[in-house]
């Protein structure tokens, strides 16, 4: 059990189960032509729920405001402390963004901000924390960089130990599979740094560049904080889909990679000891019959490794494939998301129910897992939250 967190004992729904739902509070000044899905701003920052633990139902339980757009979230392992990435460019001579840390209240779950650091580019999209517990990496979109920041020993980010940039070709606007019609381009005109995790190991860190159609793999020294080149230094999509987010199967063996403008979801083999990814299928996260365009979003892998879940943005649905007993995907179906523009989805701690962000439709969605069969149930529960980017939940009854 990690520190800081606690079995729970009978008294376990004293203290709530939380959801923290970043928002897009604030438009970008220099909006690219190709940024199709920035919203107005109408987020207030970071707004806080309680979760009813029985119907999944959410009740609003306030906001930190923060005008920057925190449009991604993570908590630490612990429960204690809550990081954002916020999606401006407005830092310094050369337009950072930046990022965020937070102590979270263990009685109520509220926010105290600790600091704010520059992220080390601009944009910055997607924050995940280092298997240590030690150093947050970032990847900044419009920066077309990802960086390393130090978690110092009461939470707060220390300055970056390390950034790299994405450099080399850009690929075509035209996915090798976009679906018949599309006019999906959304990034293929410079780098973007999509999203960056760590492998289960922690030894490996990935990240994608979507306008590279690349997926970078890195020796990482968790002493330093750095990055190292690996060889190899990582894998190519087909040019044009994009790349754009991942998630390792709960084995690790499989490395499962959405692609914003081909629809596609592709299958790696994962070598832990290598680091490297070697592809053996792509699958299409649209039913046959679509033609258009369509800008795939989140895709997740459920915690039993049974299932992988494909976000639709356009289509606004929630694709749904069954892991083979080799890795390999089977579409079982779909879900409407009840909104426009579904960004990012998530599971409740339990896993029975799933939150949809839909980002122009200004709500969240709530739907039933079924963990027989994959498939999703609405609940007619419609959250009010305006442009909603992610979700993340913590139990307060397990935080010591």
């Known amino acids: 059990m990690a520190k800081g967190l606690r079995a729970a004992g009978p008294a376990a729904t004293e203290r709530p189960l939380m959801a923290y739902v970043g928002t897009f509070s604030s438009p970008l000044k220099d909006m690219l032509p190709t940024q199709v899905d920035l919203p107005p701003g109408n987020g207030r920052g970071i707004h806080t729920f309680r979760v009813d633990r029985k119907t999944g139902a959410l009740t609003a339980a306030g906001d930190y405001p923060l005008g920057t757009s925190p449009s991604c979230l993570v908590?630490?392992?612990a429960g204690t402390r809550l990081y954002s990435a916020n999606e401006t460019d407005r830092v310094g001579a050369d337009k950072q963004g930046t990022v965020s840390a937070f102590a979270i209240d263990p009685s109520d779950g509220q926010l105290k901000l600790l600091n704010t650091v520059p992220a080390g580019g601009a944009g910055p999209t997607y924050v995940s924390i280092h298997p240590t517990g030690r150093f947050l990496l970032v990847a900044n979109y419009f920066g077309g960089s990802v960086s390393v920041m130090p978690i110092l020993e009461d939470g707060r980010l220390g300055e970056a130990s390390d950034t790299k940039v994405d450099e080399g070709p850009i690929g075509p606007t035209k996915a090798t599979h976009a679906p018949e019609g599309s006019f999906a381009i959304s990034g293929h005109d410079r780098t973007h740094a999509h999203m960056i995790e760590?492998?289960?190991?922690?030894?490996?860190v990935l990240h994608v560049d979507l306008g590279l159609d690349k997926i970078y793999v890195w020796k990482f020294d968790a002493k330093t904080g750095t990055l190292h080149a690996n060889d190899p230094a990582g894998v190519d999509l087909p040019p044009?889909?994009?790349p754009r987010?991942?998630?390792?199967?709960p084995e690790g063996r499989w490395f499962y990679s959405i692609q914003e403008e081909g629809s596609t979801i592709a299958l790696f083999d994962y070598d832990s000891e290598a680091g490297s990814l070697k592809p053996r299928q792509t699958i299409s996260t649209l039913p046959p019959s679509f033609t258009g365009s369509n800008f795939c979003s989140e895709i997740l892998v459920s915690a039993d490794g049974r299932f992988v879940y494909a976000g639709n943005r356009l289509h606004d649905s929630i694709g749904i494939f069954a892991i083979g007993d080799d890795?390999?995907?089977?579409?079982?179906?779909?879900?409407?998301t009840r909104g426009n523009y579904p960004r990012s989805f998530n599971f409740d701690p339990t896993g029975n129910f799933l939150y949809c962000c839909n980002q122009r439709a200004d709500h969240v969605t709530v739907f039933k897992v079924d963990k027989a069969t994959g498939k999703l149930d609405f609940t007619d529960q419609?959250?009010?939250?305006?442009n909603p980017s992610m979700i993340t939940f913590l139990d307060l009854a397990k935080v010591d």
Do not use: I, K, M
């Open 327 to 336: 890795g390999t995907l089977s579409y079982v179906g779909e879900e409407w």
């Open 240 to 242: 044009g889909d994009g």
């Open 245 to 249: 987010h991942f998630h390792f199967h």
């Open 75 to 77: 908590v630490n392992e």
């Open 198 to 204: 760590a492998d289960p190991s922690g030894r490996f």
């Open 382 to 386: 419609y959250v009010p939250v305006g």
